[in-house]
């Protein structure tokens, strides 16, 4: 007898802990808050979301995700079509998953208004007709949050990020140049390189890869290991040895007139510098040595041109 009594003992002990565990695992599933991509594969994100400055000020409502024309778009969460129609011109499809929203565009809808949706159900096809990204088709894919529907980052829904293009996504995007390694650079010639070491970033818009905002990068990175000698891309005279919180260690030599215009190069994120102030300096003189210092992921050199003291393209130079 007491053998029975401890075996279905045991029995209600195990089918409350499996219940309890089912219950934890569904809850968490619930609490989830993580979207599907809309896309498949994972698709490059080309632009950024940037929080409108007011309701009808500048901004960018959405991200852009790189697509093909005709690829099927699927809904990101479980929930309901809000909306699905023309907007200006523009296919938009809405679906409203309770304490949010999401918009995609352009976006020819198989879905209508007031239809259930789950997560990952097809719910359109990427059209190329007013694309962000013309001459190439990309989803923009929008989230309002909260009572009054306010602008918000779709990134965050995500669990992983995508891959992120480093240029701007209007027109043909430049192939990025390949230099200290042989190959030619499209430039002038009037400075030379100042490391041997590949390209790794090219001047352009861009993600910074620590800050996350979408900006310029002001110039050209080479692959350079810490401790490489840097050299002087031209004849010129030192006029600044010091640091800057972005920019770590840096040199900047003034070349005087070139072209027509007054040119100087930076030398940034360096370990050190081999030069005062005041130094006048020769073409392909070591100057400092490279490092990872400032807002920097690794050891590798950021090379500037300023012409008439503003930032342009290296390589038209090298």
Same mark, same amino acid.
């Given at each position: 007898?007491?053998?029975? !009594?401890?075996?279905?003992?045991?029995?209600?002990?195990?089918?409350?802990? @499996?219940?309890?565990?089912?219950?934890?695992?569904?809850?968490?599933?619930?609490?989830?808050?993580?979207?599907?991509?809309?896309?498949?594969?994972?698709?490059?994100?080309?632009?950024?979301?940037?929080?409108?400055?007011?309701?009808?000020?500048?901004?960018? /409502?959405?991200?852009?995700?790189?697509?093909?024309?005709?690829?099927?778009?699927? *809904?990101?969460?479980? =929930?309901?079509? /809000?909306?699905? =129609?023309? !907007? *200006?011109?523009?296919?938009?499809?809405?679906?409203?998953?309770?304490?949010?929203?999401?918009?995609?565009?352009?976006?020819?809808?198989? !879905?209508?208004?007031?239809?259930?949706?789950?997560?990952?159900?097809?719910?359109?096809?990427? @059209?190329?007709?007013?694309?962000?990204?013309?001459?190439? *088709?990309?989803?923009?894919?929008?989230?309002?949050?909260?009572?009054?529907?306010?602008?918000?980052?779709?990134?965050?829904?995500?669990?992983?990020?995508?891959?992120?293009?480093?240029?701007?996504?209007?027109?043909?995007?430049?192939?990025?140049?390949?230099?200290?390694?042989? *190959?030619?650079?499209?430039?002038?010639?009037?400075?030379?390189?100042?490391?041997?070491?590949?390209?790794?970033?090219?001047?352009?818009?861009?993600?910074?890869?620590?800050?996350?905002?979408?900006?310029?990068?002001?110039?050209?990175?080479? =692959?350079?290991?810490?401790?490489?000698?840097?050299?002087?891309?031209?004849?010129?005279?030192?006029?600044?040895?010091?640091?800057?919180?972005?920019?770590?260690?840096?040199? @900047?030599?003034?070349?005087?007139?070139?072209?027509?215009?007054?040119?100087?190069?930076?030398?940034?994120?360096?370990?050190?510098?081999?030069?005062?102030?005041?130094?006048?300096? /020769?073409?392909?003189?070591?100057?400092?040595?490279?490092?990872?210092?400032?807002?920097?992921?690794?050891?590798?050199?950021?090379?500037?041109?300023? @012409?008439?003291?503003?930032? !342009?393209?290296?390589?038209?130079?090298?």
């Amino acid at each position: 007898m007491g053998t029975l !009594v401890w075996r279905t003992a045991r029995r209600l002990v195990i089918g409350v802990l @499996v219940t309890a565990a089912c219950a934890a695992l569904a809850s968490s599933a619930a609490a989830d808050p993580r979207w599907r991509w809309p896309l498949d594969p994972v698709p490059e994100l080309i632009r950024p979301f940037v929080a409108p400055t007011s309701t009808y000020g500048a901004g960018h /409502r959405g991200v852009d995700l790189l697509g093909t024309p005709g690829v099927m778009v699927t *809904a990101v969460d479980s =929930g309901t079509v /809000r909306f699905s =129609g023309t !907007v *200006a011109g523009t296919p938009v499809l809405s679906i409203d998953h309770g304490t949010q929203v999401s918009t995609y565009q352009p976006v020819a809808a198989t !879905v209508h208004r007031g239809d259930e949706v789950v997560a990952g159900q097809p719910v359109g096809r990427l @059209v190329l007709a007013a694309s962000h990204c013309a001459p190439r *088709a990309c989803l923009h894919l929008g989230r309002r949050t909260g009572a009054d529907r306010t602008y918000a980052d779709p990134m965050d829904m995500f669990g992983t990020s995508p891959p992120i293009r480093l240029v701007t996504p209007y027109g043909d995007p430049p192939r990025p140049p390949v230099a200290g390694n042989g *190959a030619q650079s499209n430039g002038s010639g009037e400075l030379s390189e100042p490391v041997d070491a590949p390209v790794t970033s090219a001047y352009g818009m861009r993600m910074h890869p620590i800050t996350g905002v979408f900006k310029l990068h002001d110039g050209t990175d080479f =692959g350079a290991a810490c401790g490489t000698p840097v050299r002087s891309a031209a004849a010129g005279t030192v006029t600044f040895v010091g640091a800057d919180p972005a920019y770590g260690n840096r040199v @900047v030599v003034d070349h005087g007139r070139l072209r027509g215009v007054e040119v100087a190069t930076t030398y940034n994120h360096l370990s050190s510098s081999t030069v005062p102030v005041g130094t006048p300096v /020769r073409a392909g003189q070591p100057i400092a040595v490279s490092g990872t210092t400032g807002y920097s992921t690794g050891c590798h050199l950021h090379f500037m041109v300023l @012409v008439d003291g503003d930032a !342009v393209d290296p390589m038209s130079w090298l």
